[in-house]
């Protein structure tokens, strides 16, 4: 083949990420998570990310090449994280790519996070429509980005100006009483409620920008349920997960569609552990199909965190004939778009 054979590291978070892809083929995507090490603390520790990542990036990097069933020999190029994310977590990952690359006399590609969740969608659902509009959504971002060329050119138009749509996910399970993180027991949760029975308040929802706000609903789903606490009135935790999750993916898919209106764009991508849930991809597909935009949403082994997502990138760098990175690229924690 004549693609070349590109290896992608991924540590902003807490997932060890070790993605092998030639072109838009997925050999490999090896994951080694320190969830089970944070949930304690209701959230991701930064220190205790880095030191795991520490530990399992040889045995993940060993366990991909296995999976693709190629040798270090073979790789062609080596694409890594450069940033936004945990600093410590990505200097990991970005020192062991730097290793890597220098040890195999391979280039390097610094990648950003957010690009490589586009990119990974053509690993399932081939080249990316030229422009698209990029709707992603984590625990640790919450954005909408104009795509016209995910190697040559992202554009943010909007995203969180507070928490993340996972984040309130996470800290609304959490007032619940369900497990971190939650953001997939409220979905769960939500199958069994009714999502018009709480008006809770939809932040930013016609401000005319494609910025997000979900700490204003997030702090009313808390006080709804204080005040009901107090009372001593029971809470029907379906029908208050469901209409939290309706306030947020209201919010979201609306101004998604804006954004392909406004840049007259006819493909959605969803990305990020968020586009897991079964409420948004519903709405969206709903409203799409309304507004006669396609939707694409990659499988939720590939929205979340994942070293494949740096790979499909980096091949896309490669194949559009990008300059590699220096040797002296920094991890940067607050890499813009
Ligand atoms: O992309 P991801 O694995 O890691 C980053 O945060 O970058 O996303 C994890 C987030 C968590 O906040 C989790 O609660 C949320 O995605 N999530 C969901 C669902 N599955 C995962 N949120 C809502 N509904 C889901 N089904
Ligand atoms: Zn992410």
Request: charged share 20%; hydrophobic share 45%; glycine share 10%.
């Amino acid at each position: 083949a004549d693609e070349p054979l590109v290896l992608g590291i991924e540590t902003s978070c807490d997932e060890t990420g070790i993605g092998i892809v030639r072109g838009h083929t997925l050999l490999a995507n090896t994951i080694a998570s320190s969830m089970e090490e944070h949930a304690r603390f209701g959230g991701v520790v930064p220190e205790v990310a880095s030191r795991a990542h520490l530990e399992a990036m040889t045995p993940t990097i060993e366990a991909a090449l296995a999976g693709a069933g190629v040798k270090f020999s073979d790789i062609d190029a080596i694409a890594v994280t450069a940033g936004p994310g945990l600093a410590g977590a990505l200097l990991v990952g970005v020192a062991a790519a730097k290793a890597y690359s220098l040890g195999l006399g391979v280039p390097l590609y610094g990648v950003n996070h957010l690009a490589a969740h586009v990119a990974v969608d053509q690993l399932e659902h081939g080249p990316l429509p030229r422009p698209c509009i990029a709707l992603l959504v984590s625990g640790g971002h919450s954005s909408l980005l104009l795509v016209p060329d995910v190697a040559e050119e992202v554009i943010s138009l909007g995203s969180t100006v507070d928490d993340a749509a996972g984040e309130a996910f996470d800290k609304v399970a959490r007032v619940l009483g369900l497990p971190f993180p939650g953001g997939p027991y409220i979905d769960k949760a939500a199958v069994s409620g009714n999502g018009t029975a709480i008006a809770f308040p939809r932040g930013k929802i016609d401000d005319g920008t494609f910025d997000f706000s979900f700490s204003g609903l997030k702090t009313a789903v808390a006080r709804w349920v204080e005040a009901r606490e107090a009372s001593g009135e029971s809470i029907h935790v379906p029908d208050v997960a469901a209409s939290f999750q309706e306030a947020v993916v209201d919010v979201l898919t609306r101004k998604a569609l804006q954004a392909c209106k406004r840049y007259d764009v006819h493909d959605l991508l969803i990305g990020g552990g968020v586009a897991a849930n079964s409420r948004l991809r519903a709405l969206a597909q709903e409203r799409c199909d309304k507004a006669g935009v396609r939707l694409r949403v990659p499988r939720p082994g590939l929205c979340t965190d994942n070293g494949a997502m740096v790979a499909t990138l980096g091949s896309d760098l490669v194949a559009a004939g990008v300059a590699p990175s220096s040797l002296e690229i920094p991890a940067d924690s607050s890499l813009p778009i």
